[in-house]
């Protein structure tokens, strides 16, 4: 059936105000599938961040790695470099060691590295850092040794002090600042006069560097050394004969005429 142009116009004024009966209620329906579409949504976005967030922490933990990393190569090339800055007598050998160990105590100042008698390393070699002197090695294993600083209690060290190079005996005491001992009674001794090895007793080679003066509370002369004993990482020990033993051989028994009495 046709119908024609009045009743279309009515249908299409009907629906008019079908829709605007209805579009309240429509609306009213419509908003909570809008208000889940939203919180699906934002479920989402969230879900997207924390991932983001997951990401982020482990590649910030993967820097910090490599940033310890880096600090601690590139504190280790500083005190290797500062080392190398350390350039004894051309004629005398030495060998580079790593700090592995620090056994310091109560009655003992001493650290141990990663070289010993297979590297050549023996007994007396005296140890230093690019400051200056360390100590010296008091025993040594196949592949470690163990080096007494110079503040030890059982350390003493023929010294050299100020332009007058006055002679003096530094002796540890288990403390940072070791004092100076027998020093002449006419000496010349001025707060910050440099402090270095005389080489005299054949036990450290003469002219390495220790330290300066300073004064304790009673008075008396101590040694701030250069060195900074609680950041030591790399050490060069040096081997020192003196001049008037490198020519000295062993007594060869071999050669005494034997005499038989009777």
């Known amino acids: 059936m046709l119908l024609?142009?009045?009743d279309i116009f009515v249908v299409e004024k009907v629906s008019t105000i079908v829709v605007d009966v209805f579009s309240p209620l429509m609306r009213v329906v419509s908003e909570p599938a809008a208000v889940i579409n939203?919180?699906?949504?934002?479920?989402?976005?969230?879900?997207?961040?924390?991932?983001?967030?997951?990401?982020?922490?482990?590649?910030?933990?993967?820097?910090?790695?490599?940033?310890?990393?880096?600090?601690?190569?590139?504190?280790?090339?500083?005190?290797?470099?500062?080392?190398?800055?350390?350039?004894?007598?051309?004629?005398?050998?030495?060998i580079t060691a790593r700090v592995i160990a620090n056994s310091g105590g109560a009655f003992i100042?001493?650290?141990?590295?990663n070289t010993g008698k297979s590297k050549g390393v023996r007994k007396g070699q005296a140890a230093v850092a690019g400051a200056g002197l360390v100590g010296r090695v008091a025993s040594s294993g196949y592949q470690s040794a163990r080096v007494l600083l110079i503040t030890d209690i059982n350390?003493?060290?023929?010294?050299?002090?100020?332009?007058?190079?006055?002679?003096?005996?530094?002796?540890?005491?288990?403390?940072?600042?070791?004092?100076?001992?027998?020093?002449?009674?006419?000496?010349?001794?001025?707060?910050g006069d440099n402090v270095v090895t005389s080489g005299h007793g054949g036990v450290?080679?003469?002219?390495?560097?220790?330290?300066?003066?300073i004064k304790d509370s009673e008075g008396g002369f101590r040694v701030m050394p250069k060195v900074i004993f609680e950041r030591l990482e790399f050490l060069r020990l040096i081997d020192f004969?003196?001049?008037?033993?490198?020519?000295?051989?062993?007594?060869?028994?071999?050669?005494?005429t034997k005499v038989n009495f009777q």
């Open 155 to 191: 350390s003493r060290v023929p010294v050299l002090v100020g332009q007058e190079r006055d002679r003096a005996i530094l002796r540890g005491d288990n403390t940072f600042m070791p004092p100076l001992r027998f020093l002449p009674v006419n000496a010349s001794v001025e707060l």
């Open 109 to 113: 100042r001493s650290v141990v590295v």
């Open 4 to 6: 024609s142009k009045a």
């Open 241 to 256: 004969l003196p001049k008037s033993l490198e020519n000295h051989t062993p007594y060869d028994r071999s050669s005494e």
């Open 38 to 94: 939203n919180a699906v949504d934002r479920v989402h976005e969230l879900a997207n961040i924390r991932e983001q967030n997951v990401l982020l922490r482990r590649e910030n933990e993967r820097l910090l790695v490599w940033k310890t990393k880096a600090e601690k190569l590139s504190a280790q090339n500083k005190s290797l470099q500062t080392l190398l800055n350390f350039k004894p007598d051309s004629s005398l050998k030495s």
């Open 204 to 213: 450290f080679p003469p002219g390495l560097k220790i330290g300066e003066i």
